[in-house]
């Protein structure tokens, strides 16, 4: 075996033992319920058409109860609204928004999920055993301000870019790739599902996937094709691109993983020491009935 096979192979291991231990993993068809309709159709980079193949919203319904009485989440959606999406306005960071970024990484330490995950980061030396350093590791990683673009301030993090959007000059999409965002813009009328990807008709996903590839508008502008997790908490995407930040220098990483029946392509961008992106790309679903 190869040491890239072997990383991977070991990779997988230990992203699967995330998932089991997710204990805040929301259910599909009880918790929340999504309806996938049509499959969306091919749009070029920086167009900004894409034909509606889905007349409805992707949520159904959400069990915003739920979401609220589980601490991550609750400290997850405080955070979603403390951001300027535009890219290039500099962000004004109130001292009561750093103390919510810091509660949010509190309430995350508590969880098994990032408990595992720093355990397994510890071992690879790639992270102090020290919780309060890791804690700051994981500040810097997701929180730290830079420069995306060139001509303005510090306007962006990776937790900004992954989890709440950006737009770049008023043109493309970049980020967005949670399902909790995704789903309250979605509720404020700002995001449009127009459909979901998938290669071919065999290939069509099903409402209780955790994973899929999604077509939209936000704000007017389209994203051709982004993909995001469906359910699952903001510790185990936290955790699950962290480990494969730390575990490369690459500028670009992507791994092929298979989580619990998903076979994905995970990928993530680095910008110093920090996130640039990071996403999941559906490869395929075991539970096909093809």
């Not at 969880?111 to 309060?132: F, G, I, N």
């Not at 508008?217 to 494969?244: D, Q, Y």
Request: aromatic letters at 12%.
């Amino acid at each position: 075996m190869s040491r890239s096979q072997k990383a991977d192979h070991e990779l997988t291991e230990v992203l699967n033992q995330l998932w089991r231990l997710d204990t805040n993993r929301l259910k599909p068809g009880t918790d929340y319920i999504i309806s996938l309709q049509g499959r969306a159709g091919y749009v070029a980079q920086g167009s900004n058409y894409a034909r509606d193949r889905a007349r409805a919203p992707l949520f159904t319904y959400v069990n915003e109860e739920k979401l609220k009485s589980i601490e991550t989440y609750a400290h997850f959606i405080n955070l979603l609204d403390n951001y300027e999406t535009s890219t290039g306005v500099s962000e004004t960071v109130t001292s009561e928004e750093l103390q919510e970024n810091r509660v949010f990484i509190d309430s995350m330490m508590e969880t098994e999920v990032m408990k595992c995950a720093h355990k397994y980061l510890v071992e690879k030396r790639q992270s102090p055993s020290d919780t309060a350093q890791f804690k700051k590791q994981l500040y810097d990683i997701w929180f730290r301000l830079y420069h995306r673009d060139r001509s303005g301030g510090e306007d962006s993090c990776g937790f900004e870019h992954v989890f709440v959007g950006e737009t770049k000059q008023g043109q493309e999409i970049m980020g967005l790739h949670n399902w909790v965002q995704f789903y309250l813009q979605e509720k404020h009328d700002h995001v449009d599902y127009k459909g979901y990807k998938a290669r071919d008709n065999k290939d069509s996903p099903d409402e209780d996937d955790h994973v899929l590839n999604l077509q939209f508008s936000w704000k007017g502008l389209v994203k051709p094709i982004g993909g995001s997790f469906i359910g699952v908490s903001p510790e185990f995407e936290v955790a699950l691109f962290t480990i494969i930040f730390l575990m490369s220098n690459e500028k670009m990483t992507s791994v092929v993983v298979k989580v619990d029946e998903y076979v994905l392509e995970l990928v993530v961008y680095r910008h110093g020491r920090s996130i640039g992106t990071s996403y999941p790309k559906l490869l395929s679903s075991n539970n096909r009935d093809l």
